[in-house]
């Protein structure tokens, strides 16, 4: 599988649906932002929501069996 790039760039709630085996998803804040943008994944390993405060915020994932796992984060990135 491919490796997918999406650009957040306004502030706002999104939904992430599931991927196929093996998908990486990559997902940052390409500009600076005053509300929080919150990603909803139909299934994330351990958790429900991702939460990015900052520009240059980053997430990486994989789609694996049935969730998506978080391979790495960077800045204020967190997941709840």
Do not use: C
């Not at 804040?29 to 520009?55: F, R, W």
Request: proline share 4%; no cysteine.
């Amino acid at each position: 599988s491919g490796t997918s790039e999406v650009t957040i760039n306004t502030d706002t709630q999104v939904t992430m649906p599931d991927g196929q085996n093996g998908n990486i998803k990559i997902i940052y804040v390409k500009d600076a932002i005053s509300t929080p943008i919150q990603i909803n994944p139909d299934n994330l390993l351990g958790h429900t929501s991702i939460l990015m405060t900052q520009q240059g915020d980053s997430i990486t994932m994989m789609f694996r069996d049935t969730t998506w796992v978080v391979i790495s984060m960077f800045g204020t990135t967190s997941v709840v």
